[in-house]
């Protein structure tokens, strides 16, 4: 069995394992993110980040994102950063808020060298607030990242994360509330600067039926 057959079944098995095996309502999307992370000198990064979100079929936008941060490397493999992030949700069905997060995140590195098979985490502790209901929402994200070589330049990506409430408000329940699962890989376009396209799974925990968006997805990542 080649190393592509390996890697691809391991996605597979990843995938599977991590996705919550119940009916739910279907919704394919269309994501599409910028970022940047910006060597500020004496350890200090900032980070910049985007993303629009096309929901209903892909038909609309029905989510925009912005989230700057500034980050501090404690080591080569590891960073602390503090940030802020802006929600516009605009569904189909309801009505549009307007969501302001305050964050903190450890990114580490678990296992590898980064050149060959390297798996990564990155912790998120988020404080939520939205402009038309009352209440803070706390939550976690824990996300752990797979990388390999697929060839010289070219990478092969699968991660999984999971959204995980600590307290309920109108608008976050507690527990599990989203879980996304990505697989795809990463295309140098020139130094510092890569695209990642990919296929991700989105399970979202609502109350009655559950939602999966069915996300083709497009990440453009530049480092200066």
């Known amino acids: 069995m080649t190393h592509f057959a390996k890697l691809m079944g391991a996605t597979a098995?990843?995938?599977?394992?991590?996705?919550?095996?119940?009916?739910?309502?279907?919704?394919?999307?269309?994501?599409?993110?910028?970022?940047?992370?910006?060597?500020?000198?004496?350890?200090?990064?900032?980070?910049?980040?985007?993303?629009?979100?096309?929901?209903?079929?892909?038909?609309?936008?029905?989510?925009?994102?912005?989230?700057?941060?500034?980050?501090?490397?404690?080591d080569k493999s590891t960073s602390i950063h503090l940030g802020y992030a802006y929600v516009y949700s605009d569904p189909q069905n309801g009505a549009s808020t307007?969501?302001?997060?305050?964050?903190?995140?450890?990114?580490?590195?678990?296992?590898?060298?980064?050149?060959?098979?390297?798996?990564?985490?990155?912790?998120r502790f988020e404080q939520r607030f939205l402009e038309e209901t009352d209440g803070t929402g706390l939550r976690i994200r824990q996300q752990f990242r797979l990388t390999a070589p697929l060839s010289e330049k070219v990478r092969a990506i699968a991660w999984t994360e999971a959204f995980?409430?600590?307290?309920?408000?109108?608008?976050?329940?507690?527990?599990?509330g989203l879980w996304r699962n990505f697989a795809g890989v990463s295309v140098p376009l020139g130094k510092g600067v890569s695209l990642e396209p990919g296929y991700l799974n989105q399970y979202v925990v609502r109350t009655g039926t559950d939602r999966i968006d069915h996300?083709?997805?497009?990440?453009?990542?530049?480092?200066?």
């Open 215 to 224: 996300v083709g997805n497009l990440t453009l990542s530049a480092s200066f």
């Open 98 to 123: 307007n969501e302001h997060r305050a964050f903190q995140q450890l990114s580490f590195r678990v296992a590898g060298d980064g050149k060959g098979v390297t798996v990564t985490g990155r912790t």
């Open 13 to 74: 098995l990843l995938l599977a394992t991590t996705a919550p095996a119940v009916a739910a309502d279907e919704d394919p999307n269309i994501w599409l993110a910028q970022s940047a992370t910006i060597d500020l000198g004496g350890d200090m990064l900032l980070g910049l980040e985007a993303q629009e979100r096309f929901t209903n079929d892909a038909s609309r936008l029905g989510q925009f994102l912005f989230r700057p941060s500034i980050g501090y490397k404690l």
């Open 164 to 176: 995980i409430g600590l307290n309920q408000t109108r608008f976050q329940r507690d527990g599990i």
